[in-house]
């Protein structure tokens, strides 16, 4: 029956690197025992595990849109624990970090649509914390958000079910109430691959995940966390934590190699806590074929792809160059600051990684299809609220934070648009969870493609619009500035999303 297919590895996807020993570990899966049903859902628990309440897993979608399996549903359980570790994150020094299964980044979760997902999360740390699976539609309860903290030596299960038609790129971090910049720069963070039956790319393109973070380091190889309320502390809460050693998936400047001529897919995750990464591969033209939530419509050209915090990018890197030459991806210069702040070398270009072709002979690339799927527009004429969002420094609508505090009220799903207008100096990306959206306009200019979004980067003095549908769950949703140190600051709001009436 579902046997092997019920068992998961999670994959360690570092481009082209093996970590350390000790640091590359396999999350550890549970084998399913008997299967339960609760209502229309039939998942697999456990055995010994205490039966799962049958309110935190119940979607109340108000349209459908999970179609009936074609497989029997996979279930995907495993553990991922957030623990003290000493890790060697620059060559030569050891760093106490936190981490998840003993790795930074977390072990990648390799999942596909349709799956059940229970994640039983340990928490080791000396501090409450939570996983936040950003950008995935699930359940307020399993959203990992701030109301529901995980205290220390506490544990929680996550139970979440991917949604047909969201196969895309994720990833997931901490998110507890005023800590979130911290414990991400301590190392809690990790890539999630969602993958489609039916996605449209030839199965044959080696892919690559690049993680991209950063971080910065004292002498003696010790994490530079200034205290908040220290100089360097009030300008990274100001800034926003940047670091001056940059990451792709754990490593300092990675080499991968490729074929000339091969096509290999990238997915790129700005999992860093402030930085904006505005990404050229010299001597190519990239292919970007999605974003947050997927793929897009067709593939669209790109010199550069500029990634703000909290976004995903794929893209096809077509290897045009000769045998046994090399290109470097490189992350330009990109301002995000107010005048005051901007760091001294803000404008100095950086690598990321070295991409080798291999000697062999030029290979044949491969047909790319100019379809990649239908990204089928939300209806603006079923739009009955505008929801405004005014951003100032460390504030939304002029108010801070209050979890107490419903700042929008609607129902399931309603469709609205949401105005996000930045009246300060500095960008401000602005994400939404629990829902999908997709961006209209940027200061009036038409989006020039849609796309399925969680994050849109607001530039200094910018508005952007986007259309959102509440089609997931019903609950309390955070949105909120992804600079996690404005997040922690307040610089969030709480959407309450009611059951419709109907259901
Ligand atoms: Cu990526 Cu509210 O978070
Ligand atoms: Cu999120
Ligand atoms: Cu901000």
Redesign the pocket.
């Known amino acids: 029956m579902w046997s092997s297919d019920a068992l998961r590895r999670i994959r360690d996807d570092r481009p082209e690197r093996r970590a350390p020993r000790g640091r590359r570990r396999l999350a550890s899966l549970a084998l399913l025992a008997s299967p339960v049903s609760i209502g229309a859902l039939t998942l697999w628990a456990n055995a010994g595990t205490p039966g799962l309440a049958a309110a935190d897993l119940a979607p109340r979608p108000a349209v459908p849109t999970l179609a009936p399996p074609a497989t029997p549903r996979r279930t995907v359980e495993l553990t991922l624990t957030a623990a003290p570790a000493r890790l060697s994150l620059q060559p030569g020094a050891a760093t106490d970090v936190f981490a998840y299964n003993g790795q930074v980044p977390g072990p990648t979760l390799d999942l596909r649509e349709g799956d059940s997902v229970i994640v039983h999360f340990r928490n080791r740390l000396p501090e409450p914390s939570t996983i936040h699976w950003h950008g995935i539609v699930l359940p307020f309860i399993a959203d990992g958000s701030p109301f529901h903290p995980v205290p220390p030596g506490g544990q929680h299960d996550y139970v979440f079910t991917i949604r047909r038609g969201t196969a895309g790129t994720y990833w997931y971090h901490p998110h507890p109430d005023h800590r979130t910049s911290y414990q991400v720069s301590k190392g809690l963070y990790g890539a999630i691959v969602v993958r489609a039956a039916d996605d449209p790319l030839p199965r044959s393109l080696p892919e690559k995940l690049l993680v991209l973070s950063d971080n910065r380091f004292l002498a003696d190889g010790s994490l530079d966390l200034p205290d908040p309320h220290s100089p360097g502390g009030r300008l990274d809460a100001e800034n926003?934590r940047e670091g001056d050693v940059l990451f792709v998936s754990g490593a300092i400047r990675p080499t991968l190699t490729i074929r000339s001529g091969e096509v290999q897919r990238w997915r790129v995750i700005n999992a860093s806590a402030a930085r904006v990464y505005r990404l050229a591969l010299p001597g190519h033209v990239l292919l970007q074929i999605g974003s947050d939530g997927g793929l897009f419509e067709r593939p669209v050209e790109r010199e550069e792809i500029v990634l703000g915090v909290g976004e995903r990018a794929e893209l096809l890197v077509r290897g045009t160059g000769a045998p046994n030459t090399r290109a470097v991806l490189r992350a330009l210069p990109y301002d995000r600051y107010i005048p005051q702040t901007r760091p001294v070398d803000w404008a100095e270009p950086r690598d990321l990684l070295t991409l080798q072709y291999t000697t062999e002979a030029p290979t044949t690339p491969v047909a790319l299809p100019a379809v990649l799927r239908r990204v089928p527009a939300l209806d603006t004429t079923l739009v009955t609220a505008t929801r405004v969002m005014v951003?100032t420094?460390?504030l939304i609508n002029g108010k801070g934070m209050d979890m107490g505090r419903v700042d929008v009220s609607t129902t399931l799903g309603a469709t609205e648009i949401w105005e996000v207008e930045n009246l300060v100096g500095?960008?401000?990306?602005f994400h939404l969870h629990g829902f999908q959206f997709q961006v209209l306009d940027r200061n009036g200019v038409p989006e020039p493609y849609r796309a399925w979004k969680d994050v849109v980067n607001v530039p200094r003095h910018e508005t952007a619009r986007f259309i959102v549908r509440y089609d997931g769950y019903p609950g309390k949703w955070m949105y909120h500035?992804?600079?996690l140190?404005?997040?922690d600051h307040g610089?969030m709001g709480v959407l309450e999303v009611k059951p419709s009436v109907e259901h």
């Open positions: 926003g951003l420094q460390h500095m960008d401000h990306p500035c992804h600079i140190d404005h997040e610089m």
